[in-house]
């Protein structure tokens, strides 16, 4: 039941945000390095955890202003650490790059669940979020083969 829940209130938040960059094609676009990368999403980690959705809905692309709100944020931070607890280890971050977006992907064990969550953000060229979802481990994509 708890990870229908989480699974719930964490897919509102834009499941497809690659998506979110589709249009005619252009001239191609550097995205943000790896370490670029990796500061920002540990930035809007720390802010989600602060419950400062309206600093991460202010560094949003106008696709993600259009469905998610600071109110909703802290809506779902607050049940996030009512059901799951505080933070207490990061297992692993990760940068996925695809086109002009990267995704940082922060692995991470909650005291309360057994579990590890995956929290991600998807940034453009700029450190803007283009998406940003939680989910259990389990429930992400297995990775193709090398």
């Given at each position: ?111 309360l669940m057994d579990e590890p969550l995956v929290l991600a953000f998807?940034l453009g060229r700029t450190g803007l979020i283009y998406g940003f ?14």
């Amino acid at each position: 039941m708890r990870h229908r829940l989480l699974v719930t209130l964490f897919a509102i938040l834009l499941a497809a945000p690659l998506a979110a960059q589709g249009g005619a094609a252009a001239a191609p676009v550097a995205r943000l390095d790896s370490a670029a990368t990796i500061l920002a999403g540990r930035k809007y980690t720390d802010w989600f955890y602060a419950d400062l959705g309206d600093s991460i809905v202010a560094h949003s692309s106008p696709q993600v202003k259009e469905k998610v709100t600071a109110a909703q944020l802290s809506e779902i931070q607050g049940q996030l650490t009512a059901q799951v607890g505080i933070e207490a280890q990061v297992i692993s971050e990760t940068v996925v790059a695809s086109d002009t977006l990267s995704a940082y992907l922060r692995e991470v064990k909650f005291e309360l669940m057994d579990e590890p969550l995956v929290l991600a953000f998807t940034l453009g060229r700029t450190g803007l979020i283009y998406g940003f979802f939680i989910r259990p481990k389990s429930q992400m994509p297995a990775e193709p083969a090398q």
